[in-house]
Nanobody, 124 residues
Framework: QVQLVESGGGLVQAGGSLRLSCAASGRTFSRNAMGWFRQAPGKEREFVAAISGGGSTYYADSVKGRFTISRDNAKNTAYLQMNSLKPEDTAVYYC??????????????????WGQGTQVTVSS
C-alpha cells in the first residue's frame, strides 16, 4: 500500500521557519516528481513547490525565495523548508507524487498520490 505521510507542521510566529517532511512507503519515489500543495479554509488547493526526479525545482511566485523543496532519495522522503513565514501561508500542506520523473506541473490533478496533510498556522 502506497502511503505519503507529512509531518513537521505546527504553529509559528510570522517570520519564523518550519520544515515539512513527506515520507513515502509502499514503493520508491526516487525517480518520481514530488510536489507540495496547500489549502486554506474556503480556498482551492494551490501549488507551492515541486521537484523533478532529476532534482529541478519549481515554485509558486508567492513562496519563491522563502521556501525550498528538496528530496533525500535514500530515505524516500521529500522536504519543504519554509522560512520568513507569513500569516497568509497558513493552510493545510499536502505532499504529492507524480507518475513520472518529470515536473508534473501546478495542477493537482496531475499528481497520483497524496498525503493526508499537515496543518501550518502562522500567527501575526
Amino acid at each position: 500500500q502506497v502511503q505519503l505521510v507529512e509531518s513537521g507542521g505546527g504553529l509559528v510566529q510570522a517570520g519564523g521557519s518550519l520544515r515539512l517532511s513527506c515520507a513515502a512507503s509502499g514503493r520508491t519515489f526516487s525517480r518520481n516528481a514530488m510536489g507540495w500543495f496547500r489549502q486554506a479554509p474556503g480556498k482551492e488547493r494551490e501549488f507551492v513547490a515541486a521537484i523533478s526526479g532529476g532534482g529541478s525545482t519549481y515554485y509558486a511566485d508567492s513562496v519563491k525565495g522563502r521556501f525550498t523543496i528538496s528530496r533525500d532519495n535514500a530515505k524516500n522522503t521529500a522536504y519543504l523548508q519554509m522560512n520568513s513565514l507569513k500569516p497568509e501561508d497558513t493552510a493545510v500542506y499536502y505532499c504529492a507524487a507524480g507518475a513520472t520523473t518529470y515536473y508534473s506541473g501546478s495542477n493537482p490533478g496531475a499528481y497520483d498520490y497524496w498525503g493526508q496533510g499537515t496543518q501550518v498556522t502562522v500567527s501575526s
